[in-house]
């Protein structure tokens, strides 16, 4: 079991630049999110997407966008990269539904600069 | 408004000593508590949560919280700190509205000295 794998781990991008961040989960779980990571803020959640076929915004979405293009993948996507959005992105999974205990499971994380 | 403070940017301790990390939270309705670690350049790491029950929760590496109704506060407690341990540590509770969204601390550092 991978868990929540990530790609790329690191990424520099000019202003205007488009990229997307990729996520995968072996753990037959249903829900996925995005969330960055700042200094002195926390995580935020960006997107989330509850189950296979959906997704919505979550704190910051401004800027980005997603596609859940399958149960185990979730990807991230920069149409025009800015300044603001250097950060450390963090993908995660659970098991959501009654009877789950909801824990969040983390990858590892892609540091994001852009210049 | 939903929140989490954790009052502390950096925590001191020697190695041996009690930690305490503090947590306080505001949210609607039963709190879903949580606690994660996250080590240098790595992800978040799952330490323990608090759902309902015992006010105190057990977690991983000798890690124990204290939910405090009354204070609002989940603050997280080792008995004896290890070098180890230094990493950044975070506090999350679960909004309302379902879909499990997380709503995080701003962290806190942990320094344990030998």
């Known amino acids: 079991n991978a868990g929540v794998t990530q790609t790329p781990k690191f990424q520099v991008l000019k202003t205007g630049q488009s990229m997307t961040l990729q996520c995968a989960q072996d753990?037959?779980?249903?829900?996925m999110y995005w969330y960055r990571q700042d200094p002195g803020m926390g995580l935020r959640l960006i997107y989330y997407?509850?189950?296979?076929?959906?997704?919505d915004k979550g704190e910051v979405p401004n800027g980005y966008n997603v596609s859940r293009l399958n149960k185990r993948e979730f990807s991230l996507r920069l149409e025009s990269a800015a300044p603001s959005q250097t950060s450390v992105y963090f993908c995660?999974?659970?098991?959501?539904?009654?009877?789950?205990?909801?824990?969040?499971?983390f990858g590892p994380g892609t540091r994001l600069t852009v210049l | 408004a939903q929140s989490v403070a954790q009052p502390e940017d950096q925590v001191n301790v020697a190695e041996g000593n009690p930690l305490t990390v503090k947590c306080t939270y505001s949210?609607?309705?039963?709190?879903?508590l949580f606690w994660y670690v996250q080590y240098p350049n790595r992800g978040l790491q799952f330490l323990l949560k608090?759902?309902?029950?015992?006010?105190l929760v057990k977690g991983s590496y000798g890690f124990e919280a204290e939910f405090n109704k009354s204070q609002t506060s989940f603050h997280l407690k080792k008995p004896s700190a290890l070098v180890s341990d230094s990493a950044l540590y975070f506090c999350?509770?679960?909004?309302?509205?379902?879909?499990?969204?997380?709503?995080f601390g701003a962290g806190t550092r942990l320094a344990v000295h030998p």
């Open positions: 949210v609607s309705g039963n709190p879903y």
């Open positions: 608090y759902i309902t029950g015992d006010n």
């Open positions: 997407s509850a189950s296979e076929g959906t997704t």
């Open positions: 995660a999974s659970t098991l959501l539904g009654q009877g789950f205990t909801d824990t969040q499971y």
């Open positions: 999350a509770v679960r909004a309302s509205g379902g879909y499990n969204k997380l709503i």
């Open positions: 753990m037959n779980h249903n829900s």
